[in-house]
Nanobody
């Protein structure tokens, strides 16, 4: 069973940057799709960005051009570089792994890391 552990969240001012990391307990060569989701209390969890083992990527419109997802299959780590952060990016960010496609079918989740962007 794959285990995912996120790190790198914190408090940052608007316009600042953060890099989230997600360490996988197994070789990421065996994981087809990995993604970052976020959730605000009272709202549904939303997919922010995802990346396949073949290199295909997806970004939500709200983060395109500001966030970059990358995966290091040697270090078994997924990253999310977040630049030009806005207060509306405040959420708990979850790393997830799946086998269906870039957008859906994520069935292994990390515990989440809090990102807070102050105005």
């Amino acid at each position: 069973q794959v285990q995912l552990v996120e790190s790198g969240g914190g408090l940052v001012q608007a316009g600042g940057s953060l890099r989230l990391s997600c360490a996988a307990s197994v070789s990421m060569f065996s994981i087809n799709f990995m993604g970052w989701h976020r959730q605000v209390p009272g709202k549904e969890r939303e997919l922010v960005a995802s990346k396949s083992d073949a290199g295909s990527t997806y970004y939500a419109n709200s983060v395109a051009g500001r966030f970059t997802i990358s995966r290091d299959n040697v270090k078994n780590t997924l990253y999310l570089q977040m630049n030009s952060l806005k207060p509306e990016d405040t959420a708990i960010y979850y790393c997830a792994a799946g086998r269906v496609d870039l957008l859906r079918g994520y069935d292994v989740w990390g515990q989440g890391t809090q990102v807070t962007v102050s105005s």
